[in-house]
């Protein structure tokens, strides 16, 4: 998809241009959705993308700065929300969806079994950690914008993301340790 | 930042047995794949964020109407308007009007020539959508004003939303997709908003909404088949399938 140009969208969608809420969740959803699957949980990421939305139109005349700093911050305003409600669940995920997502690899049934891997060890990680590892590593955002959607300094967000894949390594090493067994 | 991770690695020569395996890890996390978006899931979505601005919309409406408590005074600003500074600014002025409304005319009149000029059969579907849309907040504000129901209005809304069904016909496979998408979006919001006038509705009201939410429901089943499915019936235009609730549009 072209390049968006969000400021403008913005303007439009405060003065109740429907067309383009429409674009700009269209556009977002794929990431908000990643992000759900990822930091949340699997069987509920869709519903919880769908709140981010309606959390974006309810106060989108309080947006400033970064949008996508702004978009992360709510949705993990949603991952609080939806924690505390204590359905989170935790290993053994239904991985169908990623599963259609590695049908091009060279060896498919190895790639979904390291993702389900991957998946389970980051669910094992503290909370903290996990929002890095998902905002970081597997949204792609910068520092800055991990510094701004959760509060801490970039040096902060530095170190912490050093624990965080040595603490997802050391599970993960674990795992490889029993499936060699 | 920035850098491969050979490049880190040979930056830091000593620690580099330390981060190799972590720098391995973050490469295979940014290759994590995303799960697929459902296009029930968007459609909900969707749907619920048009439910969510139609009603701050008709807030924001009532509140502006306080300013001017009489019918009165408000038409006589109209009028003034009109006069005084005539052409753009009319049109401006009528995009909140409503069927019996001085400027209704200039209002629909403005759509037909934005429709008129849009060159691309995306664009046009899209605007069909709008159109639709905007048939369905006239609806209700008409309708909580203590304007009744408007058949006009209800067949309107159902024709623009077959007229961008339509014209999605042409387009690509991708833009169809897409566009075939926001139709299932906007036939959810019609069939809601229409139970939810239903409930507010007198008895000779309820008897002429019921052949229009029936329309409604078929359609939402209609495309919520089409797209669950596999692809394009959707692209034959004489398909026997878009018989029946598509063609149902009551003049």
Partial sequence: ?181 | MGKTPEEALRQYPDVADDIRPLLATACELQKLPGPSASVSALIRTMTKLSVQQAGTETIAQRRKITLFSRPVLVRVAAVILIVSIAGWTTVASSAQALPGDLLYPIKLFSERVRFFLAVRQENKAQLCIVFAEERVKELVKRHSEGGGLNKRLLAAMLNEAKMALDASIELPEVSRGLLNSRVASLSQFQKYTLEQLEKRASPKEKQDLKTYLDICCLRCCWMQERIGGSEPDLAKPQSEQRQGCWDMCPK
Avoid at chain 1, 40 to 57: I, K, M, N, P, Y
Avoid at chain 1, 123 to 134: H, N
């Fill in chain 1, 1 to 181: 998809m072209d390049e968006l140009d969000v400021d403008s969208l913005l303007k439009k969608v405060r003065k109740g241009d429907a067309e383009a809420l429409a674009v700009l969740c269209e556009y977002f959803y794929p990431q908000v959705l990643k992000y759900m699957y990822y930091r949340a949980d699997a069987a509920s990421a869709e519903d919880l993308t769908g709140e981010v939305f309606l959390r974006v139109l309810r106060h989108i005349g309080e947006q400033s700065g970064s949008f996508i700093a702004w978009l992360y911050r709510i949705a993990a305003n949603v991952v609080t929300d939806y924690a505390r409600t204590g359905k989170i669940r935790q290993k053994g995920q239904t991985n169908k969806q990623l599963t259609k997502s590695t049908v091009d690899s060279k060896n498919p049934a190895d790639a979904v079994g390291r993702h389900i891997d991957i998946y389970n060890a980051i669910v094992r990680l503290t909370d903290d950690q996990r929002e890095l590892i998902t905002l970081k590593f597997i949204q792609g955002l910068s520092n800055a914008d991990v510094a701004e959607i959760t509060g801490r300094s970039e040096g902060a967000i530095r170190g912490l993301q050093f624990r965080a894949l040595s603490a997802l390594r050391f599970i993960l090493s674990g795992e490889e340790k029993a499936h060699e067994h």
